[in-house]
T-cell receptor, first 110, second 112 residues
Framework: GQSLEQPSEVTAVEGAIVQINCTYQTSGFYGLSWYQQHDGGAPTFLSYNALDGLEETGRFSSFLSRSDSYGYLLLQELQMKDSASYFCAVGPDSWGKLQFGAGTQVVVTP | DAGITQSPRHKVTETGTPVTLRCHQTENHRYMYWYRQDPGHGLRLIHYSYGVKDTDKGEVSDGYSVSRSKTEDFLLTLESATSSQTSVYFC???????????FGSGTQLSVL
């Protein structure tokens, strides 16, 4: 089976940096993804890490350490529009399955 | 963005009635998924499909069945709806060699 853990909520001010950690336990590992979801909306893809290291996409970066079964999403130069829920997900496995964590709500304050 | 349409967008039904949710995609994606989203639980996989007529169970499949008779459509059926199935249901698709999921807008289902 698989399980993922991430903090339930993080609060930060505009312009700050936030790191959302994700630890996982899986029977087989194929990659770690991150998704963003605004209230009332659908999740949207942010990033994917299959190999160890840091992937940067604009203000957002994602990191993976397979030996530690750990990854994080780094949000820099926080903006009010970054207030949303962020989900980590493991997979897709050989059958195409992806499993999500419970999500971290990021609250950005002025 | 992938063309994914979920119908209906909202539905209110009574306990014990059958309910079918439809997901339609225009991207010719191989993989399709049904997730439910509840506060504190994130997105939980109900069923998924890796091809026409090829489906498998996810982590919360009890009380749900699915069918995929053609690439474009993935149906989720609640044979006899219960109040515990009140949730937001999301369909998602993924291409054969892509790790990215594209989500539909969701269906808000209330079982009274």
């Amino acid at each position: 089976g698989q399980s993922l853990e991430q903090p339930s909520e993080v609060t930060a001010v505009e312009g700050a940096i936030v790191q959302i950690n994700c630890t996982y336990q899986t029977s087989g590992f194929y990659g770690l993804s991150w998704y963003q979801q605004h209230d009332g909306g659908a999740p949207t893809f942010l990033s994917y890490n299959a190999l160890d290291g840091l992937e940067e996409t604009g203000r957002f970066s994602s990191f993976l350490s397979r030996s530690d079964s750990y990854g994080y999403l780094l949000l820099q130069e926080l903006q009010m529009k970054d207030s949303a829920s962020y989900f980590c997900a493991v997979g897709p496995d050989s059958w195409g399955k992806l499993q999500f964590g419970a999500g971290t709500q990021v609250v950005v304050t002025p | 963005d992938a063309g994914i349409t979920q119908s209906p967008r909202h539905k209110v039904t009574e306990t014990g009635t059958p309910v079918t949710l439809r997901c339609h995609q225009t991207e010719n994606h191989r993989y399709m998924y049904w997730y439910r989203q509840d506060p504190g639980h994130g997105l939980r996989l109900i069923h998924y499909s890796y091809g026409v007529k090829d489906t498998d169970k996810g982590e919360v499949s009890d009380g749900y069945s699915v069918s995929r008779s053609k690439t474009e459509d993935f149906l989720l059926t609640l044979e006899s709806a219960t109040s515990s199935q009140t949730s937001v249901y999301f369909c998602a698709t993924r291409g054969k060699v892509d790790e990215k999921l594209f989500f539909g807008s969701g269906t808000q289902l209330s079982v009274l």
